[in-house]
């Protein structure tokens, strides 16, 4: 009777562990690639913020106003931060607004003068590292989750008062 019994266990669970794991890959798998792309999303965000707030920084300062540089070093100093930490390339734009407050219609193109309000804006177009969206919806190839999307960042600063300000 033990015998049997000792058998019966043994054939009843054999094969389980393998069922087990074909149910569970590829939720672990799936679960796994969602963290990795969620990370290097969010990684790409972080670096982005980062290069818009040096940008706003440097660009307050007033630096290359004197020899007309000036536009052309924020948009260096912004896409070198961007560059350098993740090697990849960024559209800037900056705009500005007449005194604190930044109502109205910006100034496109121009980083202001003294006490004026300054705003950089970085766009870049991130692409997806890992196949998700196809594996979510394997029937219509490319889905949502797979295809580039645009990510924006910006930040705003007042200009330092270099020279006297107007107002």
Do not use: H
């Not at 307050?60 to 924020?74: K, S, V």
Request: charged share 20%; net charge neutral; proline share 5%.
């Amino acid at each position: 009777m033990n015998a049997i019994r000792r058998l019966r266990r043994l054939l009843g669970e054999a094969g389980s562990s393998a069922v087990e794991f074909a149910l569970v890959a590829p939720l672990v798998t799936g679960l796994m690639i969602g963290v990795l792309e969620t990370s290097n999303a969010l990684s790409v965000w972080l670096t982005l913020k980062k290069a818009t707030e040096l940008g706003a920084r440097f660009a307050t300062t007033g630096q290359g106003e004197i020899d007309g540089t000036r536009m052309a070093q924020i948009i260096a100093a912004t896409k070198k931060v961007a560059a350098d930490s993740r090697g990849i390339d960024v559209n800037v734009k900056v705009s500005s607004w007449a005194g604190l407050s930044a109502s109205g219609a910006a100034r496109e193109g121009d980083p202001g003068g003294p006490c004026d309000t300054v705003q950089i804006d970085v766009n870049y177009v991130y692409t997806p590292v890992t196949p998700l969206g196809d594996m979510l919806d394997p029937t219509n190839g490319a889905s949502a989750w797979s295809q580039a999307m645009t990510m924006r960042q910006a930040t705003r600063m007042v200009n330092e008062p270099w020279r006297p300000c107007p107002y």
